[in-house]
């Protein structure tokens, strides 16, 4: 018997493997931009990157502000003259290209979607890369859906976010949708703030937050199948 008729996915470190994206599409920009590349250039650009995102997380910075200003920040920490708006253009542009999905994922998700599930992505990335990553990818006849937070005018954790998904899925209830992610802070506490089901993706088996209910936590998407 099917327990979770709806399954909502977050993308990146759930079913894409992101940061090996994100390396190479920071490479083949760094080739575009004449910038040198080392994996110190790359490590002080990902610092960077995750503190501007982190606080775009808890609600205090713009998705705009921060693709941009991670680039400003970056090239001024090398001393470089470079154009961060185009920097961050195409970074993007390689990014959306770069569709590397983790271990199993497509199997489980085929297996799902044989099952009869309705499988959607929920995400904060930048819509333009997202789209072109998911069109590219595997999962394109597989998900009937992408709500992607520049589009809903909210992003996870936010209420808000997950309203817009209620809105247009009316046949997704409290007991009948599972959120499925990585992130701590955006799905597990986006499902927490919305009422709803959730399952924490952890191959890493960090530790959790005793402020959240996780109703599952498996180390691999395989134990998905086991779940709903």
């Known amino acids: 018997m099917m327990k979770y008729e709806y399954l909502l996915f977050d993308a990146d470190d759930t079913l894409f493997d992101f940061p090996k994206a994100s390396s190479r599409a920071f490479e083949a920009m760094c080739r575009a931009r004449d910038i040198p590349y080392s994996p110190e250039v790359y490590r002080i650009y990902h610092e960077i990157n995750l503190e501007l995102w982190a606080a775009f997380d808890r609600g205090e910075l713009s998705k705009e502000f921060v693709t941009l ?26 990014l959306g290209e770069g569709v590397y999905p983790l271990p199993h994922a497509e199997e489980v998700c085929r297996e799902l979607k044989r099952r009869g599930h309705r499988m959607y992505i929920i995400t904060n990335a930048v819509a333009s890369v997202q789209r072109s990553r998911l069109r590219g990818s595997v999962f394109a006849e597989l998900f009937e859906g992408a709500f992607i937070s520049e589009e809903a005018g909210a992003a996870k954790p936010s209420k808000a976010y997950f309203d817009y998904v209620r809105r247009r899925l009316p046949g997704l209830t409290d007991e009948n949708a599972l959120v499925i992610g990585d992130s701590l802070a955006t799905d597990m506490q986006g499902a927490n703030n919305a009422g709803l089901p959730c399952c924490w993706v952890n191959p890493a088996g960090n530790p959790g937050r005793e402020d959240l209910r996780v109703d599952y936590e498996i180390s691999g998407l395989r134990e998905l199948l086991e779940i709903v």
Do not use: I, Q, S, W
Request: hydrophobic share 40%; with cysteine.
């Open 69 to 94: 200003e991670r680039y400003v920040r970056f090239l001024k920490a090398l001393g470089l003259e470079r154009d961060p708006a185009g920097c961050n253009r195409d970074y993007l542009a390689a």
